[in-house]
Structures are given as C-alpha cells and as structure tokens.
C-alpha cells in the first residue's frame, strides 16, 4: 500500500494511546516531544509510563480500552497485543474518522510512523509502506550520522535570514537564486567550528554589506550557549 507522506500538527492535539508497555512509552514519549496531550488506556504501567504520570505529563485511565474512549481523539495508537481490542478500536477510529496506528499489525492502520531522523525542527523520514521496518531502521541509523548536529544549527541560521531576505522585496525568481547563494558548501564547516566571521562575511558577500544582521546576534549567542552547556 503507498501512503500519502504528510506532517501533522499535533500541538495540544488530545492523542490517545492505548497499552502500558515498552512500544506504548517509545509512542507516548515521541506524541510528548511534538506538543500533544496524550491520555493513556491500559490497566498497568510500565516504569517510564508511570514517571510521566506522576509527572502530570499524561493522563492515566487504569482500564483496558471501551467502545467509547476514543470520541474526542485527534489520533490515537494502540499498542496492544489484544487482537480482539485491536479490531474494536480500529472499528471505532473508522467511525469517527479518527487517525489510527496499531503497532505492528497494518491492516488496522490509515497510518503508519516512519523512522525518523530530527535535528531541532529539520526532520527526515523514512518510510518502506510498512514492508520492512528494519531497512527503514538501518537507513535511519545511517542518516544520523549523515545529518550530525551541524544541520540543527544550519537550520536556525536560515530560519532566521528567511524574513530578511523575503523583507527586501525582490521577485521570488531573485529570492530562490540568494536562498542558493546562502547555501555555500563550506557553510556546515564554518558552523561546526562556530567562526561566525566566516559566516557574517559570506552572509554580507551574499546580500550586501548594507544588510543589517541583527539576527544573527541572537543566533550566534544561542548557538554559543548551546556550545557552552555541551562541555
């Protein structure tokens, strides 16, 4: 089956998950990291589970899954070996059309987590449409070292010359070619070793010295925190 790739907005989206177990806490912490309120179904907790409890980072029903506990659910993922409980929840995500993921059994699915691959907000996927997980996993494995730590700051760099250079009102045919410009090869090695001059002067040989930029002072000192905190 080919799926649509899509990414989603799950900000205090309320994503329920369903089971207590190791594969349950792994979906729970990654709903977690991307702003949802998550509400766990499952009669026991694992230890991690527990902590995000206590924690108030979830909300805990201390049941199995009932027809009904899926009304208000933006997304829901079950995690359940239950196969029985895994046909009732699919039925019921169809009826309301709800987003569903059950773990590991994809005729249940409308859709399916890739591997990923996050660097601050840059994220790179990988998907095999379910047909094998373990070449999606290697591949991720071998893009986190492709895409080291560098690229989270390369990001915020362009992030924060994207208003500026949308600002000067040139035709989006000249903003695409500066956008390229901006993309000097060695710019991953400039960030890497933090020589911000380099990074300035390029930037300036790119836009104009009479190009303010402001926003790279704050780049350049959350960038130089960032460094400091790591030692």
Not at 19 to 48: C, F, H, M, N, W
């Amino acid at each position: 089956m080919d799926y649509f790739p899509v990414n989603l907005d799950i900000t205090s989206r309320h994503c329920v998950v369903i089971g207590g177990g190791q594969v349950a806490a792994r979906k729970v912490l990654g709903l977690l990291e991307y702003g949802a309120d998550v509400t766990v179904i499952s009669p026991e907790l694992t230890e991690p589970l527990d902590k995000l409890r206590q924690q108030e980072r979830v909300v805990w029903i201390a049941r199995n899954y009932e027809t009904g506990d899926l009304a208000d659910a933006f997304l829901v993922i079950a995690a359940t070996d239950d196969e029985k409980a895994q046909e009732q929840i699919h039925a019921e995500a169809a009826e309301h059309n709800i987003l569903l993921n059950v773990a590991d059994v994809p005729k249940w699915c409308n859709f399916i987590l890739p591997a990923t691959v996050r660097r601050g907000e840059l994220t790179i996927s990988i998907s095999t449409s379910g047909n094998s997980p373990a070449l999606a996993r290697r591949l991720r494995q071998n893009m986190e070292i492709q895409f080291g730590p560098e690229y989270e700051s390369l990001l915020k760099l362009l992030g924060c010359l994207r208003p500026l250079v949308l600002g000067m009102g040139r035709p989006h045919s000249e903003n695409k070619i500066i956008f390229e410009k901006i993309l000097h090869p060695d710019l991953l090695a400039w960030l890497n070793e933090a020589d911000w001059d380099r990074v300035k002067d390029h930037i300036h040989a790119v836009l104009g010295d009479e190009v303010s930029l402001s926003c790279m002072a704050d780049f350049e000192r959350i960038n130089s925190a960032s460094e400091v905190s790591d030692l």
